[in-house]
C-alpha cells in the first residue's frame, strides 16, 4: 500500500514539473523574442486543454482502471514536452501545449480515485494533502533546476529535462502500480456507511445529471474558481510581475516562485491534517454534512489571509524590498492558497457517493481550471494595458464576492445534495 503512495507522489510530482516547464522558460522566450501575449496563449492553451481533459478524465476515472489512465497521462505529457523544446513557431507551440494539457488532465483524477478507492473517509484529508503536495513539492524544486538549467545550457535543455523525466517516470508507474480494480472490490465498509449516511438507501441511483443540480456542488466549484485562478497568476505570473514592475532580477524571481510552492506545501498538508483532526474533536464517525462544515470553515479562514497577503505583495514590494520580506510574502500566499485548493478538492469528492467521487471532483476542477484560463491571456492582457497591480486587484474583488457569499449561502449543505429522482 505505501509503495503505490509513494509512486504516485513521485509521478504526480513529475506531472506538475512537466506542465510547468514552459512556465519557467517564459522570460527566456520573451527575451529571445516571443510577445509576451503569445506567451499568455501558448500557456491559455494549455490550460483550455488541461481543463476540458481533467474533467473528461475525472468522469471517465468512474469507469476505467485509473492506472492507465495515469501513466498514459504522464508518458504522453513526455512526448509533447520533448517535440515543444525542438519547435521554433508560435502555432506549434501552442498546439503541442495544447495537446500537454489534454495529456496532463489524466493525472490528479486518477489519483483522486486510488485515494477514494483506498481510504476511509477519517483518512481522507492527511492522505490527499500528502498525495497533492507533491505539486508544490515539485513547483519548489522546479525553478531552482529550470533557472539552473536555462543559465548553463538554454531554454530547451529545461524544457527537454522535464520531458525525459516524464517519459521514464511514466514507464515506471505502469509496472509499479498494482491493478486499481482489485481495490474496487475491496471498498470499505466504512465508505459504504458513508455513502448510505450521505443518500439513503438510494445511492446507486444517482447519476451525473444529479450533481449538475446539486447547489452545494456549485457553491465549492465558485470557491475553487477563484483561488485557482490566484494560485495560478501567482505561480505563472508571479515572477514576470517582480521582473518587470519591480525591477527584481531573475533570480529573485524564482525564489519567489519556489517560496509560493513552499509555502503551498505547508498549506496543503496543514489544510488536510487540521481539518481531519478537528473533525475527530467533535466525536467518532460524524456524519458527512459536519465533515464538509468544518472543513469549509477552514477554507474560508485560508481564503481571508489569502486577500490581506495578496494586497500586501503589490503594495508593500519595490526594487529595494528585502528578499526575506518577498519570500515570505510569498510562502504566506502559497500556504493561504494551496489549503481552500485542497479543501475544495476534498469536499467536492467527500459530498458524493462513491460511484460518482470521480466525477464531482471532475465538476469542481473544472471550475478551476476555467480559473486558470482565466490567468492565462486575459489577465495577461490586462495586465499588458494596466499593470498586475489591477490583475491582483481583481483577484482580491473577486476572492471577498464568494466569500460572501458562502457565507449567506451557508445553509445550502451536503444533506440537501444530490437527491435522486426516487427521492
Known sequence: MEGVYVTLFVCYASYTYNRKSVSFVTPSLI???????????????????????????????????PRLLFTSGLLLSGFTTLLFSSSSSVGVFCALWFANGLAQGCGWPSCVKFIRQRASPSQLGRLWSLLSSGNNLSGCLSPILSAYLVTHYGWRTSVSAAGVTSLILGSFSLVALDDAEQSKQ?????????????????????????????????????????????????VDWGQLFLIEERRLTQREGSAFTSSVESGGLFGRIAAGYLTDYLIKKLGEKPDPVTRSRTRLHVAMIFMLLSIATLYALHSTVKESSSL?????????????????????GIVSTESAPSHLSGSSNAIASLAGNVGAMISGFPFCYVAKIHGWTTVFFILEVAMSTVLCVMTISWNRHPKTSIKSKKD
Open 186 to 234: 475491496k471498498l470499505s465498509n466504512e465508505n459504504k456507511k458513508h455513502d448510505q449516511k450521505l443518500s439513503g438507501n438510494s445511492v446507486g441511483s444517482k447519476n451525473f445529471a444529479d450533481l449538475l443540480r446539486d447547489p452545494f456542488l456549485w457553491l465549492i466549484s465558485a470557491g475553487f474558481l477563484v483561488v485557482f485562478c490566484t494560485k495560478t497568476t501567482l
Open 31 to 65: 527575451e529571445e523574442g516571443l510577445d509576451a501575449s503569445h506567451a499568455g496563449l501558448i500557456i491559455s492553451c494549455q490550460n483550455a486543454a488541461f481543463a476540458i481533459s481533467k474533467f473528461l478524465a475525472g468522469v471517465l476515472s468512474d469507469r476505467t482502471n
Open 324 to 344: 526575506v520580506w518577498i519570500l515570505l510574502l510569498g510562502f504566506v500566499l502559497g500556504s493561504c492558497v494551496y489549503g481552500p485548493i485542497t479543501i475544495f
